[in-house]
């Protein structure tokens, strides 16, 4: 029996699941993220398409362009409570990126460095404490034309300030 783990919004109207583990999970420190979590960074999970469904209610979306890239981002959201659930993102169209904290359980994944990497590190919050041994970038991992930006690996917790 394939994983099963569940989430949803904080009013209960939508809940979803997910049937695998992340394909890697993004901290993302950029800006929009920023805006669109309250908070410093998003823990993003990501999940092929295929492994993640709406098991009650449905979501709205909200569309933007990436200022980085010019693709859509469109976030999936509860119209009752507002809770943001999932981007869905034009420039990788595979995967969905879960907002973390939706899950019920939200350590239920690991978040190893090999699996692991945190982006946008250019746009961190002042006291932000990257670890040692994750591939770290200070835009996208990926470049604009999709080849592989260069990472940065600490080898002991890096201090943004």
Same mark, same amino acid.
């Given at each position: 029996m394939p994983l099963r783990q569940q989430g949803? /919004?904080? /009013?209960?109207?939508?809940?979803?699941?997910v049937?695998?583990? #992340? =394909? $890697?999970?993004?901290?993302?420190?950029?800006? !929009?993220?920023? $805006?669109?979590?309250?908070? *410093?960074?998003l823990v993003e999970p990501i999940f092929k398409k295929s492994d993640l469904r709406i098991v009650q209610g449905a979501t709205r &979306?909200?569309?933007?362009?990436?200022?980085?890239?010019?693709?859509? =981002? &469109?976030?999936? !959201? /509860? +119209?009752?409570?507002? &809770?943001?659930?999932?981007?869905?993102i034009e420039r990788f169209p595979e995967i969905y990126g879960v907002y973390g904290g939706t899950f019920d359980d939200p350590n239920w994944f690991s978040r #190893?460095? +090999?699996?692991?990497?945190? =982006? !946008?590190?250019? !746009?961190?919050?002042?006291?932000?404490?990257? #670890? *040692?041994?994750?591939?770290t970038f200070r835009e996208h991992a990926a470049n604009v034309d999709g080849t592989p930006a260069e990472p940065t690996v600490y080898d002991r917790p890096h201090l943004i300030e």
């Open positions: 949803g /919004c904080l /009013c209960g109207n939508v809940r979803y699941e049937s695998a583990d #992340p =394909i $890697r999970v993004t901290f993302c420190h950029c800006r !929009f993220c920023q $805006r669109a979590t309250g908070s *410093a960074y &979306t909200y569309s933007q362009a990436s200022a980085g890239s010019g693709k859509r =981002i &469109t976030m999936n !959201f /509860c +119209e009752n409570c507002g &809770t943001k659930l999932y981007l869905d #190893p460095p +090999e699996k692991s990497r945190h =982006i !946008f590190l250019n !746009f961190a919050q002042t006291g932000t404490v990257v #670890p *040692a041994g994750y591939d």
